[in-house]
């Protein structure tokens, strides 16, 4: 928990438009703040903070939420790290509990 709150307060923010982002409404989008505000009763501390953007899928590294923005998806690069350092410790695990009872 970081302590820091974005705003709810829509903003009109400059338009963006390029290969990969594309950031054509209020931030955040007015139609969402309803969400943010359930999300701010029921989820867990922890996760408050969050950037008030809804995700509506990502593609490789962008996300895109259902109102017609897309961002570079630079989180992802926490998980990878966290996935690979945790296959590595997981494969040599697995490794070693799969030959020792094959054999």
Same mark, same amino acid.
């Given at each position: 928990?970081?302590?820091?709150?974005? @705003?709810?307060?829509?903003? *009109?923010?400059?338009?963006? @438009?390029?290969?990969? $982002?594309? &950031? *054509?409404?209020? &931030?955040?989008?007015?139609?969402?703040?309803?969400?943010?505000?359930?999300?701010? $009763?029921?989820?867990?501390?922890?996760?408050?903070? *969050?950037?008030?953007?809804? /995700?509506? $899928?990502?593609?490789? %590294?962008?996300?895109?939420?259902?109102?017609?923005?897309? /961002? +570079?998806?630079?989180?992802?690069?926490?998980? *990878?790290?966290?996935?690979?350092?945790?296959?590595?410790?997981?494969?040599?695990?697995?490794? %070693? +509990?799969?030959?020792?009872?094959?054999?």
């Amino acid at each position: 928990m970081s302590g820091y709150a974005f @705003s709810l307060t829509p903003k *009109q923010v400059p338009y963006v @438009s390029t290969n990969y $982002r594309n &950031i *054509q409404t209020m &931030i955040p989008v007015p139609e969402s703040v309803s969400i943010f505000e359930s999300l701010e $009763r029921y989820e867990s501390r922890s996760m408050h903070g *969050q950037l008030p953007v809804v /995700w509506d $899928r990502a593609e490789d %590294f962008q996300v895109f939420d259902p109102y017609g923005n897309s /961002w +570079i998806d630079f989180t992802s690069t926490i998980s *990878q790290s966290v996935d690979f350092n945790s296959f590595s410790k997981t494969n040599l695990s697995s490794g %070693f +509990i799969c030959k020792n009872q094959i054999s």
